[in-house]
């Protein structure tokens, strides 16, 4: 049977499945699905079964990069600022510096680990730690997204897990966007010789042309269909100029989903298409990533579990610095960082897109460790959150509403 | 002017971009199909303005773009993007077969099979015989032998009389025309492109024996032809009942399931061996006529294919080589004016054999000019079984076939609009939802 075939009887496979099954396990028992189209993936892929052959995976690979753009896409329509506007000014505080600290903890003490672990040259020790410090940041939405639904209520601590949330997948973003420029003028990736800046700063202008092409493109028109158009057009032109020029397709199509989401007079018709074309991306996504995982050497699990260590204790020790920083903790308590110990969609995004470059040093321990911390954490990210929504309601919510 | 701006913008950043990167890239197609898809559709609304159909828009688009004129596009591009092209033929067929329903089927039987019959037959019949009679004026037959010349001849023909189910089903949406013409027009194109399928198959494996290909196994043989038409029927059925019983049982996230419906049909097509758009045209119709709720997957189709229709048309433009079109102008251009006096006469004779309304009589021809897709399959196809005999032959098939595609779509979008049959006021949306005769999302 063709390779192809089989992956889309997969898909619907797993489609079906994700009806029938998964989401009612998600609502009843609190899971947060996805992590087993992963595994689906990599039980289909070259290494495993060989269903998807290594061929079929780099003939998808145009569709893998869309997915991506389609996740940078989802994330930056996440950021409404009216939304955020509503916010207190330290929950960013907190956020930002929590995210700082977990991106930085890490990279250093895997650039440590990986200098003892490893012979390879210094700027690629750096670039890989730096890789594992951004995916470390990078947390889960859907487990606060699950949560705040199920509580149907709002908080402190709830507002903090949103506004975490959101800065961790922006600085993620960002901070992984720089580092493909730094990895871009690697003489061996192509193309003209830039500085690492000036990629940056091409990288952000795809993202703000897509917005205002869009815009334009839009005009005032609500029509559904031209909607459309305007939006899958928007995101394909934009991931493809970022892709073609080797740099991440996240941070533009983030942008665009900033921009669009916060200006657009059709926004309600936007979230509704979007709403629609998710799941696609985030199926396509998980089981493409899965399926281009390659296995590697007995050598791999120890800077494995070096990084799930450093990164639960830097997402609970940054989280509790950063909010005795801003003096929050009475408000927060002392352990909200568990609920950012969820590794989901965006963690493995990037892990994905830096395995795709060719010039990425230690690619493939990067993407591997990622989908070791998806897998242990992702199936329970909505549990962590929900364990720190209700000890803080518990024990610190009554003050914390006197504060306020 | 904000669309003349927006297409300034999109090549002003083609042009800034295409340079910096590494040309033949994995992702360069992800660029060529979001560029497409913004800039045809823009060229598709300036159309509008000049009222032309927005598939002129898309084909000008194309040709502008593409390799044999801007260069936006490359050709490399365009050969990678061929997998949109398999998936908005397939949801295109899917859609047509949606379109037919049982009962409206029964009720124009009559009038579809005479006028489908004499049509045929007639322009067949007149190609065949203009080509011969005068192929020393067509260079690519005036050197060949009598019998080869008829039967290059034949085959020829048998391309020419291929319509073209794309544009007017994307015609059909597009004026959201609803009516004898438009529905009688639909299913002659839809059935003539069974029979001519068949009629092409037969031929080529009778030229076969007669005039051996230069390329072996390329022809072929007639229990496969069978096999290629009836298995995509039982293909078509079988996936039309596993639709149906999706929406009798799930009928959720539909837009996924559209597209997953035809990347599958076109993908076990493609193994099986069977015609593709009759087995998805075959599964459009038994799902729309088996399942209640038909219409709402049709609609997910619809909003599905607006983009990837956009580019199918785009794409259709970009591979049309203007150089060579211009050189063998002079002689298509004749050729494409016989062959739309031929269906002129040939749908003017079914018409009054089958007593078809004045309307039908008057219009229907014009929505049978058009040619596109099946049309070059089947070049492909004849290029491929006499690759050195049939090189100029088949230039002068592919002028023919873009003269009639930049033509077609103008005349029947006119016939349209002229027996009245169009509607303009209501909403994308609510039709979509509402009413069944509805057939693509207006692009």
């Known amino acids: ?404 | 002017m904000r669309r003349l701006l927006i297409l300034a913008l999109l090549l002003a950043g083609m042009q800034l971009i295409l340079p910096l990167g590494s040309v033949g890239h994995a992702s360069e197609v992800l660029l060529a199909f979001g560029f497409l898809i913004l800039a045809a559709y823009t060229v598709g609304e300036i159309a509008t303005y000049l009222h032309l159909p927005k598939l002129v828009g898309y084909l000008v688009a194309g040709i502008a773009f593409g390799p044999s004129a801007l260069g936006t596009v490359s050709e490399a591009s365009v050969a990678n993007l061929s997998g949109v092209s398999q998936l908005a033929v397939a949801l295109i067929a899917f859609l047509a077969g949606a379109e037919l329903r049982w009962s409206d089927v029964r009720e124009r039987w009559n009038v579809i099979l005479k006028m489908m019959t004499a049509e045929l037959a007639l322009t067949f019949l007149v190609m065949t015989t203009v080509l011969v009679a005068f192929r020393r004026f067509v260079p690519p037959l005036e050197k060949l032998q009598p019998l080869e010349a008829l039967i290059f001849g034949m085959l020829f023909a048998a391309v020419a009389i291929v319509h073209s189910p794309a544009v007017t089903m994307a015609l059909l949406s597009e004026t959201k025309a609803r009516g004898a013409v438009a529905r009688t027009t639909l299913g002659v194109v839809l059935i003539a492109d069974v029979v001519v399928v068949l009629v092409f198959s037969a031929l080529l494996a009778i030229a076969r024996r007669l005039v051996p290909p230069e390329a072996h196994g390329a022809a072929i043989p007639v229990a496969s032809v069978f096999w290629e038409i009836g298995g995509a029927i039982m293909v078509g059925a079988l996936l039309g009942a596993v639709t149906a019983l999706y929406l009798r049982f799930v009928r959720r996230e539909l837009l996924l399931f559209a597209i997953l419906v035809a990347f599958f049909g076109t993908e076990i097509t493609r193994l099986l061996r069977v015609e593709t758009m009759l087995a998805l045209l075959t599964a459009g119709f038994v799902t729309q006529n088996v399942a209640r709720e038909g219409d709402i997957l049709r609609g997910a189709m619809e909003r599905s294919a607006a983009p990837v229709i956009v580019v199918f048309f785009a794409l259709a433009g970009a591979k049309i080589d203007i150089g060579q079109l211009a050189m063998l102008f002079p002689l298509a251009l004749p050729l494409a004016v016989i062959r739309a006096t031929s269906i002129w006469a040939g749908t003017g004779l079914g018409a009054r054999w089958a007593r078809a309304g004045t309307a039908e009589t008057q219009w229907v021809w014009f929505g049978l000019v058009s040619q596109a897709g099946v049309a070059l399959a089947l070049v492909n196809i004849f290029a491929e079984a006499y690759p050195a005999r049939g090189i100029d032959l088949r230039a002068l098939m592919l002028s023919l076939i873009a003269i009639n595609e930049m033509v077609g779509p103008a005349m029947f979008r006119r016939a349209l609009v002229a027996s009245g049959e169009t509607s303009q006021t209501t909403s994308a949306k609510t039709v979509t939802l509402t009413t069944p005769q509805r057939v693509l999302p207006e692009p």
């Open chain 1, 1 to 404: 049977m063709s390779a192809t075939l089989v992956l889309i009887l997969v898909v619907i496979g797993a489609y079906l499945a994700a009806h029938v099954m998964f989401e009612w396990i998600a609502r009843r028992f609190l899971i947060v699905s996805g992590a087993e189209y992963l595994l689906l993936g990599i039980l289909l892929g070259p290494h495993v079964t060989g269903l998807i052959g290594t061929t079929v995976v780099s003939n998808f690979a145009p569709i893998m990069i869309l997915a991506l753009g389609g996740m940078g896409l989802l994330v930056g329509t996440g950021l409404r600022i009216p939304e955020m506007r509503r916010l207190r000014s330290v929950h960013f505080r907190v956020a930002t510096l929590e995210a700082v600290l977990v991106l930085v903890t890490v990279a250093g003490v895997m650039t440590l680990g990986l200098l003892l672990l490893f012979e390879i040259s210094a700027r690629e020790v750096v670039l890989s730690a730096t890789a594992f410090g951004i995916v470390a940041t990078a947390s889960a939405p859907s487990g606060v997204i699950l949560v705040a639904r199920h509580l149907r209520g709002r908080g402190v601590v709830m507002d903090q897990l949103t506004v975490t949330d959101w800065v961790n997948g922006a600085v993620a973003i960002v901070a992984f966007a720089f580092l493909l420029c730094l990895v871009r003028v690697d003489p061996t990736a192509g193309g003209v010789s830039l500085a690492p800046i000036e990629w940056m700063v091409i990288n952000v202008g795809i993202g703000l042309f897509g917005g205002i092409l869009f815009h334009l493109f839009l005009g005032a028109d609500k029509d559904f269909d031209r909607l459309t158009v305007a939006l899958i057009g928007a995101i394909i032109l934009t991931t493809g100029a970022a892709a073609y020029l080797q740099l991440s397709p996240l941070l533009p199509t983030f942008l665009v989903g900033v921009i669009l989401v916060n200006t657009s007079p059709v926004q309600k018709q936007i979230r509704e298409l979007l709403a629609r074309v998710e799941r696609p991306f985030y199926y396509v996504l998980l089981i493409f990533a899965g399926a281009a995982w390659r296995p590697g050497s007995g050598g791999w699990i120890v800077p494995i579990i070096l990084f799930l260590a450093i990164q639960t204790a830097a997402a609970i020790g940054g989280a509790r610095l950063a909010s005795r920083v801003n003096g929050m903790t009475s408000s927060l308590g002392p352990n909200w960082g568990i609920a950012m110990l969820g590794h989901g969609e965006l963690a493995l995004a990037i892990g994905f897109n830096y395995l795709l470059l060719e010039a990425a040093p230690l690619a493939d321990l990067v993407f591997s460790a990622t989908i070791a911390s998806v897998f242990l954490t992702h199936f329970t990210a909505a549990r962590f959150v929900r364990s720190v929504a209700q000890d803080a309601a518990s024990s610190v919510m009554p003050p914390v509403a006197g504060n306020r």
